[in-house]
Nanobody, 127 residues
Framework: QVQLVESGGGLVQAGGSLRLSCAASGRTLSPYVMGWFRQAPGKEREIVAAIHWSIGDTYYAESMKGRVTISRDNAKNTVYLQMNSLKPEDTAVYYC????????????????????WGQGTQVTVSS
């Protein structure tokens, strides 16, 4: 079992920044892929970014490239999502997810492939 706890969400004005954190526990994370997803009301859950814990390879949704950065801190067992130039359409619940998914980044984009999820953190961007 992997336990995931997100934090860092909140209300921010358009153009602002937020850094989300996902603290992981329960297993050695080296074979895991850690993903950030989001889900807006009435929409499907979609990938934002993902990172392979041990090799550091990353995947970014096309719509988010240039505005977000995913990173991890091995000492703290924490994954971060730095989001800049936020837009009202970025408003959503942001979820952290984890699973062992191999080393092909495009494979990491599908939420159904992850078995471990956090409770989510709300991000609201005002115009």
């Amino acid at each position: 079992q992997v336990q995931l706890v997100e934090s860092g969400g909140g209300l921010v004005q358009a153009g602002g920044s937020l850094r989300l954190s996902c603290a992981a526990s329960g297993r050695t994370l080296s074979p895991y892929v850690m993903g950030w997803f989001r889900q807006a009301p009435g929409k499907e859950r979609e990938i934002v970014a993902a990172i392979h814990w041990s090799i550091g390879d990353t995947y970014y949704a096309e719509s988010m490239k240039g505005r977000v950065t995913i990173s991890r801190d091995n000492a703290k067992n924490t994954v971060y999502l730095q989001m800049n130039s936020l837009k009202p359409e970025d408003t959503a619940v942001y979820y952290c997810a984890a699973d062992i998914l191999g080393r092909i980044p495009t494979y990491w984009a599908v939420p159904g492939r992850y078995n471990y999820w956090g409770q989510g953190t709300q991000v609201t961007v005002s115009s």
